[in-house]
């Protein structure tokens, strides 16, 4: 079966740096197998006969925790979630470039949710579906008040954000 690793802040601002290479060599070594990276904040698309994602994101936390040093949250997907997770993109019709999904690793509680709606986000619109926030932002995403802190903070989960050309290029990549 195929997975889409997604790691959240490596190699932003010159921390917690790894290289994708040894990134790739890992997730050898734990049992992966046909591994292909994207760019340089932690995506990895990969093979495995272990078909549980949660399993799949402990082993990585703990071997990136033993190998580099870091502490770093690791959200695991199967290939159908993967899709799922574009087809239910009530913005697919935006502009590209404006488009970005919060990645969830568990489901928010309503009281949560709540929290997350009373952050003034201005022309910024986002909707919660399953376990990803998806975002449309009216200009560009380092302006946005639903950033991935707030998202994880306001909803009491780990996540991580990627853009939408990151996920449409992650898909081309499991199909292959």
């Known amino acids: ?14 921390k917690r740096k790894i290289l994708m290479a040894d990134l790739k060599k890992l997730v050898g070594e734990l049992g992966g197998t046909d591994i292909t990276t994207y760019i340089q904040s932690g995506n ?15 082993r ?5 925790a033993d190998t580099f040093g870091y502490d770093v949250p690791v959200i695991v ?14 913005y697919k019709n935006e502009e590209i470039n404006q488009l970005h999904v919060t990645i969830l690793d568990s489901l928010p509680k309503e009281e949560n949710k709540q929290k997350l709606a009373e952050v003034k986000s201005g022309a910024d619109q986002y909707q919660i579906i399953h376990k990803a926030v998806y975002l449309f932002c009216a200009g560009k995403y380092h302006e946005t008040k639903l950033g991935n802190n ?4 306001k909803l009491g989960v780990k996540a991580t954000t990627r ?4 996920v449409g290029k992650v898909r081309s990549l499991l199909e292959t």
Not at 77 to 90: A, R, T
Request: cysteine-free.
């Open 1 to 14: 079966m195929k997975l889409v690793a997604i790691l959240r802040g490596i190699n932003v601002g010159g």
């Open 44 to 58: 990895v698309i990969f093979s495995s006969d272990e078909t549980d994602p949660q399993v799949w994101s402990k």
């Open 60 to 64: 990585l936390e703990k071997g990136i």
């Open 77 to 90: 997907l199967q290939h159908q979630q993967w899709q799922e997770l574009i087809d239910n993109n009530p």
């Open 150 to 153: 707030v998202i994880e903070k």
């Open 163 to 166: 853009n939408w050309k990151t």
